[in-house]
């Protein structure tokens, strides 16, 4: 018997590693053959930086990211603002790879972690362990496993079977970083920026040197100039519809979670366990409360089958209304025509109380990390 393994290399899976190494396991982690894929940033929310604390993380990535003032939601076409919301909890912006860059030091750091550039092929339960067979050919058991090898990996398919596939929510995000130095000084400003549209919305955040871009938009929206019809010249953001801005097309899933978190000795975590489009800024968010979930379910019981089931039962009701406001948020974010006429109405009359009656519960960490 050799301990927990986890499956995937992303910031859930480096997470769920060091939480399950925190709580006093061997680990081994089949990080995957490819790399993930680090490009751009992402914004982490109070609830996110909670997790961070409870993984002992929070003052590496503190100096590795942006503490954001306020979130501003103006209106695409007129740029009038609508929304200035103070933050007041830590709210930051990360590279991607930074935040990476602090799991990977934080594993390195632990001696009970070993790390293996395999893909997991096969899960096969036995009782109460789990026997592993990876694509070099090899086979191990191990206590338990936590898989967080992504939406499309071996533990969804698994342990949700009857969940199939992620669905795609029809929209895509046209992702760019492109350096502030080149933009007008006020894109420099530690705010994250919503700009609503049309059945269309644009997000913009400093990281480092840079501007972090995400627009999202129906696929059927994305042809040659897209960007121009988007933001034409004379609207408030038109110089980002420059032609040397080099962007990156993804395909946004539909907010869902695996119909079951946990079989036997396999637990989920992060995409594999839960699918969001990025509209609250809370997928990498949730995969670090996972990651502290576990820690604290392992911390507290003697065996690992019943840490999984106290971890799979608290996570799996957190979640499910997160994702649900995720996806209600993005049909608000959507909305076009005359709809959209009256959501900028009513947020331009009551915004700012209303999105923090919306984010509070949004941003309320997990009852176990309190
Ligand atoms: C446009 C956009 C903006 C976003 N903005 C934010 C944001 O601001 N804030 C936020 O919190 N979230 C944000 N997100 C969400 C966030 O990026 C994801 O939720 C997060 O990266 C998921 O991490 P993960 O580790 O769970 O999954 P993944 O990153 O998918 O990692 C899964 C890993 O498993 C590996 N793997 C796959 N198969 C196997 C196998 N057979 N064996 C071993 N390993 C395997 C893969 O190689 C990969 O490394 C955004 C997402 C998008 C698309």
Redesign the pocket.
Same mark, same amino acid.
């Given at each position: 018997m050799a301990g927990l393994a986890v499956?995937?290399? %992303?910031?859930?899976?480096m997470a769920v590693a060091l939480a399950a190494a925190r709580a006093g396991h061997e680990v081994t982690v089949?990080?995957?053959r490819?790399?993930?894929?680090l490009v751009?940033?992402?914004?982490? =929310?109070p609830n996110?930086w909670a997790a961070l604390t409870a993984l002992g993380l929070a003052e590496r990535a503190a100096a590795s990211s942006l503490r954001l003032k306020d979130i501003m939601v103006r209106a695409l076409d007129s740029g009038t603002t609508l929304i200035r919301l103070p933050l007041h909890e830590p709210y930051a912006s990360f590279d991607?790879a930074a935040l990476a860059g602090c799991l990977a030091d934080a594993l390195a750091t632990q001696a009970s972690v070993t790390v293996k550039p395999?893909?997991?092929?096969h899960i096969h339960q036995q009782g109460d362990t789990v026997r592993l067979v990876t694509d070099d050919g090899a086979s191990a058991a191990f206590d338990g496993l936590v898989a =967080?090898?992504?939406?499309?990996?071996?533990g969804r398919r698994h342990v949700a079977p009857a969940g199939g596939q992620v669905a795609s929510t029809g929209k895509i #995000?046209m992702?760019a970083q492109v350096p502030l130095g080149s933009l007008p000084a006020g894109f420099a400003r530690a705010s994250s920026n919503l700009w609503l549209g049309r059945g269309v919305h644009v997000v913009h955040y400093p990281i480092g040197e840079m501007l972090n871009l995400?627009v999202t938009l129906p696929a059927d929206r994305v042809g040659p100039g897209w960007q121009h019809r988007l933001m034409p010249a004379g609207s408030p953001l038109a110089l980002l519809a420059d032609d040397n801005i080099v962007w990156n097309r993804?395909p946004?899933p539909a907010a869902g979670t695996a119909g079951c978190w946990r079989r036997g000795a396999v637990v989920l #975590?992060?995409? =594999?366990a839960h699918s969001?489009p990025?509209h609250l =800024?809370?997928?990498?968010?949730? %995969?670090l409360q996972d990651a502290a979930s576990l820690q604290y379910w392992l911390g507290r019981q003697e065996d690992v089958s019943t840490g999984f089931s106290g971890y799979a039962r608290a996570r799996a009701g957190e979640v499910a209304k997160i994702v649900r406001k995720a996806d209600m948020s993005g049909r608000i974010m959507g909305l076009s025509g005359p709809a959209a006429y009256f959501r900028d109405i009513a947020l331009n009359l009551g915004g700012t109380r209303l999105m923090q009656t919306w984010l509070a519960e949004v941003w309320a960490a997990d009852p176990s990390l309190a």
């Open positions: 499956s995937g290399g %992303g910031i859930a899976g089949f990080c995957g490819t790399p993930p894929q751009g940033g992402l914004q982490l =929310a996110g991607r395999l893909n997991l092929d =967080a090898d992504g939406a499309a990996g071996p #995000a992702r995400v993804t946004l #975590a992060g995409e =594999a969001m990025p =800024a809370q997928g990498a968010g949730q %995969g």
